[in-house]
Nanobody, 120 residues
Framework: QVQLVESGGELVPFGGSLRLSCGAS????????MGWFRRASGYDYRFVAG????????YYSDAAEGRFTISRDKPKNAVFLQMNSLRPEDSATYYC?????????????WGQGTQVTVSS
C-alpha cells in the first residue's frame, strides 16, 4: 500500500499563488502516476493535474492549463502543485492521488485532502 499526505492548503486572495505538497510512503515502487484532484462543495471529484511517474510527462485539465504546474522530487517521492492566478472557483479540497495500476481507476491511493479557499 501507498500512503499519501498533502499539505499547503490555506486561504489566499483572488489572483494569489499557492503551492501544495504531497509525500508518498510505503510501496512507492508501485506508483505509475501521481496527480491532483479537487472536490468543491456539492460537486464531484475533478481531475486537475497528473504526472507519469516513470518519465515525468505531465498533463492538465483545461481549468489548470497555463496556471497550475505539477512537479516532483522523485527521490523523495514527493509531488507538488504550484497554483498561480487563483480564482474563487478554484476553491476546493485538493487531493493527492497515486495510480498504482497501469492506469487511473484500477488501484488508486488517495490522501486525506487539503483545503484551498480563494477569496473574491
Amino acid at each position: 500500500q501507498v500512503q499519501l499526505v498533502e499539505s499547503g492548503g490555506e486561504l489566499v486572495p483572488f489572483g494569489g499563488s499557492l503551492r501544495l505538497s504531497c509525500g508518498a510512503s510505503g510501496r512507492t515502487s508501485d506508483i505509475h502516476a501521481m496527480g491532483w484532484f479537487r472536490r468543491a462543495s456539492g460537486y464531484d471529484y475533478r481531475f486537475v493535474a497528473g504526472m507519469n511517474w516513470l518519465n515525468g510527462s505531465t498533463y492538465y485539465s483545461d481549468a489548470a492549463e497555463g496556471r497550475f504546474t505539477i512537479s516532483r522530487d522523485k527521490p523523495k517521492n514527493a509531488v507538488f502543485l504550484q497554483m498561480n492566478s487563483l480564482r474563487p472557483e478554484d476553491s476546493a479540497t485538493y487531493y493527492c492521488a497515486a495510480a498504482l495500476g497501469a492506469r487511473w481507476g484500477l488501484n488508486d491511493a488517495w490522501g486525506q485532502g487539503t483545503q484551498v479557499t480563494v477569496s473574491s
